[in-house]
């Protein structure tokens, strides 16, 4: 049982809050997957890189960002047949807090600071970042969501970098995964709605996929 201080009840309020002002006007937008996407992920990465790896690198986890974001979410799933085209990435690093110039970094390169995100175990432990490019807008507001995961969420990005891999891999429950969001699609239009009413189909995907990295 999680048993939240004061502070950071109020953290995890003001990102809530943060997330509700960009996303209350989001409207949900489901599309087919497409190799464009993997092309899309590669050009944010060389992008960030260029502004990040030189100066941070000593910090990445060596296993899970050696060079980088990591490609997680819907979008990274090979041939899934509904996602909502806003990119999820993640940069694990090693540190106990984050690095205050290591922030304003990734706010150099165009990551509005949320807050702490609702997957934090303490509040301390898991950030949250948003982009979206002004040139995009147009395009239904396709941009990244970048996560920054410090030790005690490290597990978290394993079983989410392991949770793409096997829908990828397992077509039955990837065709049920979409199922589901194109029937949630048909009564919601908000993306917040959207997100909430998966979450009962995610944690029992999420332990097939535990299940199925064991026999790798």
Same mark, same amino acid.
């Given at each position: ?11 995890? %309020? ?6 509700? &002002?960009?996303? !209350? ?6 599309? @087919? ?6 092309? =899309?992920?590669?050009? =944010? ?6 502004? $990040?790896?030189? !100066?941070?690198?000593?910090? %990445? ?15 990274? $799933? ?28 990734? =706010? &150099? ?8 995100? @609702?997957?934090? $175990? ?11 490019? &002004? ?8 941009? %990244? ?14 079983d989410t970098i392991? %949770? ?16 589901? !969001?194109? =029937?949630?699609?048909k009564t919601e ?8 009413? !998966? ?16 026999? &790798?």
């Amino acid at each position: 049982m999680i048993i939240w201080t004061l502070y950071e009840r109020r953290s995890l %309020f003001q990102t809530f809050i943060n997330l509700h &002002k960009i996303q !209350k006007d989001d409207k949900l937008i489901l599309k @087919p997957w497409t190799p464009k996407w993997k092309e =899309e992920f590669e050009k =944010e990465k060389s992008r960030l890189n260029e502004i $990040i790896l030189s !100066k941070w690198k000593h910090i %990445f986890h060596k296993e899970l960002s050696p060079d980088g974001i990591v490609h997680i979410g819907s979008t990274s $799933i090979e041939k899934i047949a509904l996602a909502k085209p806003m990119h999820d990435v993640a940069i694990a690093i090693t540190t106990k807090y984050l690095p205050e110039n290591f922030r304003e970094d990734l =706010e &150099k390169a165009g990551y509005k600071y949320v807050g702490a995100a @609702p997957h934090s $175990i303490s509040c301390q432990d898991h950030w949250f970042f948003n982009i979206i490019p &002004k040139n995009q807008i147009d395009s239904n507001g396709y941009g %990244f969501d970048l996560h920054v995961v410090l030790p005690p969420s490290h597990q978290w990005l394993r079983d989410t970098i392991h %949770f793409s891999q096997y829908l990828t891999e397992n077509q039955i429950d990837r065709d049920r995964y979409a199922s589901l !969001k194109s =029937e949630i699609a048909k009564t919601e239009t908000s993306t917040l709605s959207y997100a909430r009413k !998966k979450q009962k189909l995610i944690h029992i995907l999420f332990e097939n996929s535990r299940q199925w990295t064991k026999t &790798k």
